[in-house]
C-alpha cells in the first residue's frame, strides 16, 4: 500500500477505521525526512494490511503539536487506536520492518488491560 497523507481532518477517521497505523511526521525542508521518505515508501509496499501514513508537519501544525512533536522525522506507531510507539529520527530499513513486526504481535488485550489498570490507580489516587 503507498502512503497516504494525514490532516487533522482524516485522522481521527484512519486512527479508528484502522488495527495498525504508522504515521511518519516529517517536513519538505527536512533532509533526513527526505532521505527516510523513500524507506518508508518500500515497506509500506510490504505491509499491505497496515496504515502508512504521513503527516507534513509544516502544513498540519495542530495536529504534530497535538502529539508534542518536537524535532522530525518523527514516526509513531498506533494500535488499536492507542500508541505504542514514539520516536524522532530516522530508522534504517530493518528497523522499521522489526519495529511492523513487533507492533503487529504485540498482545493489545495485555496492553489495553494495563492501560485500565494504569487508569483505576489514578483515578483511586484523585
Known amino acids: 500500500m503507498a502512503t497516504v497523507q494525514i490532516t487533522g481532518e482524516n485522522f481521527e477517521e484512519v486512527v479508528t477505521n484502522n488495527d495498525l497505523v504508522l504515521v511518519d511526521f516529517w517536513a ?32 498540519e501544525q495542530g495536529l504534530a503539536a497535538s502529539f508534542n512533536i518536537m524535532s522530525i522525522p518523527t514516526l509513531m506507531i498506533i494500535r ?14 530493518s528497523a522499521l520492518v522489526d519495529l511492523v513486526q513487533k507492533a503487529a504481535a504485540l498482545d493489545m488485550a ?17
Open 28 to 59: 519538505a525542508w527536512c533532509g533526513p525526512c527526505r532521505s527516510f521518505a523513500p524507506t518508508y515508501e518500500k515497506v509500506s509496499e510490504q505491509y499491505p494490511d497496515a496504515v502508512f501514513a504521513k503527516v507534513d508537519t509544516e502544513a
Open 80 to 93: 488499536e487506536q492507542v500508541v505504542i510507539f514514539s520516536q524522532a529520527g530516522a530508522l534504517p530499513e
Open 110 to 126: 495485555e496492553v489495553h488491560r494495563q492501560i485500565a489498570e494504569e487508569a483505576a490507580s489514578a483515578n483511586a489516587k484523585a
